[in-house]
């Protein structure tokens, strides 16, 4: 088959979150098992590698309407994997900036143009996929131009894929974007696009695409919840029948304990020594009292209310205080939740410490150093960072919801079963109890390193993801 990806975020060209992960190794595996795969990106500020890329179109003009100039794009094209090749859109207006997702004026042609655009470089080099594979709401109104605009054109018998990778961002934007794809104004229609009195990409993305999946079997049933549904459980339940939910994997060229070249100490399953020269480099980089007998507690995350984090923010001082943890948390996002944390390690200078900001590099640092690591998560459709945890011997701490309850197995009090501490609630005494829960498990020495061996026993790959894919293809073949 040959099966064209479009995605705002591509790893480790570009990365907001797990959707530049889960591209990467989605399309790298794919190809793997013998299709052929392009996958289309934008060109940000950020993207490095430039000098590597050849020009794959030199202009292309892009069938969007307004300025003439602005329509035109350069294609340029890179070798990711045997048989798969990243197409990055450059068009400095819309992407020459660093951010993924900036807060702009124009957001929706600037998410909706990358789309078009990918479709018309098929058109331009004669590269037609058999199938088109969207992920995310950036990408939701590509289904509908198949089945609008293009389809009399050479990708009208292109079947579609759209993958939720998170429900809670849709695209909730001006109706001027029918005009400006040239889509009917007939699907502003409450059973067609129209949300609130705007248009909502993801909406259109679930509507039209041939076969809709998302991240984890859980998270494709919740999301057919109001629960979960975030204003769109009765569209999502219109697909029930066309709806799949597939597990994300590990990809270990980038996240493998043996060969990470970010960490102090490699180390394995078989020979897991390492790990305790990880956790005393963490220590040592955050300041922390430097003792292999306290749990430390890592935590790698977007700060958002998604994570649940501000929860925990209530469950640690408790821990802290009785000297009964450590805890290191990385990420970035909400103002006030990145205070709250910044206060908790000035509370606990030995104790806790925090950084604001991105670094991948630290990131790995965490998963090998750390002894639990915490997610929270107030909902998750699958979540990458269990995956690593497992693979790199710490054990997952995490709310039983989405992908965490698809690939976290309990362990309770007396047994060597299960690979996390899980829990059920989202508030702060079931984090609490958590936490609780995981200093128990790291006292009991034979029960602590069967539960972190049975973590690195598991393996999500891609390769079963892709394979779970390429079914999803073949049905939707079927049907377009
Ligand atoms: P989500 O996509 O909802 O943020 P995932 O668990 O799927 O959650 O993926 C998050 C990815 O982003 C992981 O690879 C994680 O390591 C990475 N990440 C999140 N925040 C940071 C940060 N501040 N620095 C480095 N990596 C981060
Ligand atoms: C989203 C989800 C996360 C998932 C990732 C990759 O950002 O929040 O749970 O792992 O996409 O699919």
Known sequence: ????????????????????????????AIAGQGHDVRIATPLYGSVPDREKMTTLIESLTVDVSGDAAKAKCRVLQLKVAERCEAWFIEHAEYYGAREVYPAREDTAERAAYFGRAALDACLATGWIPDVIHCHDWTTGLVPVLLNHNLKNSALGRAASVLTIHNLQHQGLLSRRI????????SLFHADQLECFGGVNYLKGGILHATQVTTVSPTYAQEIQTGEYGFGLDDVVRRRSQDLDGILNGVDRDEWDPESDPHIAKKFSAKDIKGKADCKLDLQKQFNLKLDPKIPLIGVVSRLWDQKGLDLALGALPKFLRAGKIQFVLLGSGDAALENSFKKIAEDFPHAAAVRIGYDNGLSHRIEAGADFFLMPSRFEPCGLNQLYSMTYGTIP???ATGGLADTVTPWSAGSKHGTGIVFNHADTP????????AIELFHLPKEFSAVKLNGMKTSFTWADAAA???KVYKKSLKKA
């Open 397 to 399: 701490i995490v709310r």
């Open 430 to 437: 079931a984090i609490e109890w958590a936490i609780g829960q």
């Open 1 to 28: 088959m040959k099966i064209l990806h479009i995605s705002p975020e591509l790893a480790p060209w570009s990365k907001a979150g797990g959707l530049g992960d889960a591209a990467a190794g989605l399309v790298k």
């Open 178 to 185: 029918l005009a400006y794809l040239k889509l009917p104004e």
């Open 468 to 470: 779970s894919y390429i």
